[in-house]
């Protein structure tokens, strides 16, 4: 869950984030944040890597999100 992190667009994000959204294996994902908003699954965030790969990722499905 989303612990006493305060994301604004242009921080870099870095989290662990279930494969393919609903797997038991976890990939890290790291990048500048463009985009945070809220939908009906809950608060988002959409970041771009270093290698130019966009991801909007749900906070509710974050494991261990951190500013760095």
């Known amino acids: ?9 242009g921080d870099t994000l870095a989290c662990k984030y279930p494969k ?3 797997r038991n294996i976890l990939k890290r994902h790291e ?3 463009e ?7 809950g608060l988002y965030a959409t970041i771009r890597s270093e290698d130019n790969t ?3 990722l749900s ?4 494991i261990d ?3 760095v």
């Open 31 to 33: 990048g500048v944040v």
């Open 54 to 56: 966009v991801r909007t």
């Open 59 to 62: 906070f509710s499905k974050m």
């Open 20 to 22: 393919h959204g609903r």
């Open 1 to 9: 869950m989303f612990n006493n992190v305060n994301i604004v667009k």
């Open 65 to 67: 999100p951190q500013k």
């Open 35 to 41: 985009n945070l908003g809220v939908s009906k699954n």
